[in-house]
Structures are given as structure tokens and as C-alpha cells.
């Protein structure tokens, strides 16, 4: 089964294009669920519909989110469609299960004047003055494109010469697409660019050789992780004075799409700019949009008291 579990993720990197992260996500759902087999003593080439159910009644007793069982059972249904596809079995024992569903809950979403405060906390944390421009820089760049976590981190320096007006970035499955970039953003960006070169050319003189990631680091990656910089935006929350609970940088991401929308951007628009392959995924803004001026004419409108 290793065997066809590794077939399946290289199919899925070559033909789908399926990033990195997105592939790490399937072979530990995958895992997940060879190792309930090899606790039941199931041989998953040959297990039926009912034994792949009592891997989800598995999943449920362990109170695992909704979300997460839905995800595991799409990451099952797509392994045994690649073995029926590829002729590794006759049969599909997982086309006919229904999942539990995706809850639909809306993202908690930070006001205007909160992220205000987290690009001026982000100003003056960190050790050094590199350290401060350098978590200045992402943070607006964050909240003034929309990018999601990995695509910030692994920029290319490439992306930021010239002074440009748009950044293009590399999306899921390989998918570009260019955002434009604020005043603000721009004047950061060149100004981490120059210190960011002096240090290379410091440490060229060293003997360390260059990096090609705007936002370097000794990581195996080459670059800032995920992980370091969602620890930093925890920092910068409590330097700013807000909860670090209602933020991470996927919630900057969502706070670029609602504080557009309520500004009058066209939700196609935002799709572009989110790199949404389709708009629905995009249309969650507008319920999020619904809720809070609802909620205005709740708490403010004299009939309501």
C-alpha cells in the first residue's frame, strides 16, 4: 500500500499540480487511515464500503471536527478513484459513501481599526531594526494583497525589484496571478529590499552564498516558515493590544476580502486577487458582510431599542 500511496501522490503532483503543503495533507489523512486499517487488521487493497464507514465512525468517536472527517474521506474517495483509474483494483468501495458535510462557518473577521493597530505593533517588533522592517514589510504586504501565509513567506526576491507598482505571485498548483501593491507597501518593500541586500552582501563577504527568497532565513526551506511567522503575528497582536486569538495571517487574509467588500469592490474582483478558483469560494465574504451590517442596524437603528 506504501507503494500505491506513493503512485498516488506523485500523480497528484504531476498531473494536478498540487502544491506542496497540499500533498503533505494527503499523505497524513492517507497515513491516518492505513494505520486504522493496520489496527483492524484490514488489508486495504481489498476492504469493502462498510469497512471504509467504520474508519469514518472512528474519526466521529474521537470528536474530530466536522471539517476534518470530510477532508479525510475526500482524500480516501480520491486514493481508491486513483486505484480503480490506474487498474490496481476492479472496483471503487468508496464511490458511493456520503460525507458529513462542511460546516459553513463564517471567518471571525478584524475591523479596519484593529488591523490599523497590528501594522503599527508590527513597526516597532523585533530585536533589531532589521527585525522590525522586516515584520513591518510582511504585514502590509499581507494585508495589502490578500496572500495567503506560504506565498508571503517564499516570495522571490525577483518579485520586488524595480520598485514594482504589482506583485505577481505563485499560487496554488502553480496558478499565478499579480496584485497591485499600496503606497505604503511599495515604500516598505523597497526599503527591506535595501537593507535585506546589504546583509547578503555581508554575508557574501563571509563566504555564505545568496538567497533567492525575499524573506530569508536558515530554515531547510530557505526561507521564513509558515510556522515562525504565525508565531510572529501572535507577538505583534499582543504588542498591538489585540487578541491573539481573533488573529492569524489567513484572518489578514480574510480581513483584505471583507474590508474590500465593504468598501465596494466587486466580488469578482476579489476572487482575482484571492486566486479563488471558483467564486463561490469567494462568496462566503458576502454572508460575513450580511452579518456585521446586520448586526449595525441591531445595535444602532432607534427601532431596534
Not at 533567492?212 to 501572535?234: D, N, Q
Request: charged residues 25%; hydrophobic residues 40%.
Amino acid at each position: 500500500m506504501s507503494n500505491w500511496l506513493g503512485m498516488f501522490l506523485e500523480a497528484k503532483a504531476a498531473e494536478d499540480g498540487a502544491a506542496k503543503n497540499t500533498l503533505l495533507a494527503y499523505a497524513r489523512d492517507l497515513n491516518d487511515f492505513l494505520s486504522f486499517c493496520s489496527s483492524r487488521k484490514y488489508d486495504p487493497s481489498k476492504l469493502m464500503k462498510p469497512d471504509i464507514e467504520a474508519y469514518l465512525v472512528s474519526c466521529d468517536a474521537q470528536g474530530l471536527a466536522k471539517s476534518t472527517r470530510a477532508r479525510r474521506l475526500s482524500a480516501v474517495k480520491q486514493f481508491y478513484r486513483f486505484a480503480y483509474e490506474e487498474r490496481l483494483r476492479s472496483d471503487n468501495p468508496a464511490i458511493d459513501i456520503s460525507g458529513p458535510g462542511r460546516s459553513k462557518a463564517l471567518p471571525q473577521v478584524l475591523g479596519q481599526e484593529e488591523v490599523s493597530r497590528l501594522l503599527e505593533a508590527a513597526r516597532i517588533t523585533g530585536r533589531t531594526e532589521a527585525d522590525r522592517l522586516r515584520n513591518a514589510t510582511l504585514m502590509e504586504l499581507l494585508y495589502a494583497t490578500g496572500m495567503r501565509v506560504t506565498e508571503l513567506v517564499s516570495l522571490p526576491v525577483a518579485a520586488a525589484r524595480g520598485n514594482p507598482k504589482m506583485l505577481m505571485i505563485m499560487g496554488k498548483g502553480g496558478k499565478e496571478r499579480i496584485v497591485p501593491l499600496s503606497p505604503d507597501a511599495r515604500a516598505l518593500l523597497q526599503g527591506w529590499l535595501k537593507l535585506r541586500d546589504a546583509l547578503e552582501e555581508q554575508g557574501r563577504k563571509k563566504g555564505k552564498p545568496p538567497s533567492k527568497f525575499l524573506f530569508a532565513s536558515r530554515s531547510a526551506e530557505g526561507h521564513m516558515t509558515r510556522h515562525r511567522f504565525y508565531l510572529l503575528i501572535k507577538e505583534i497582536a499582543v504588542t498591538a493590544g489585540v487578541s491573539p486569538a481573533k488573529v492569524s495571517p489567513h484572518k489578514l487574509r480574510h480581513a483584505f476580502a471583507t474590508h474590500l467588500l465593504a468598501n465596494g469592490a466587486d466580488l469578482r474582483a476579489i476572487q482575482v486577487l484571492l486566486g479563488h478558483a471558483d467564486l463561490s469560494t469567494t462568496e462566503i465574504y458576502t454572508h460575513v458582510l450580511e452579518e456585521r451590517l446586520s448586526e449595525l442596524v441591531h445595535k444602532h437603528h432607534p427601532l431596534a431599542k
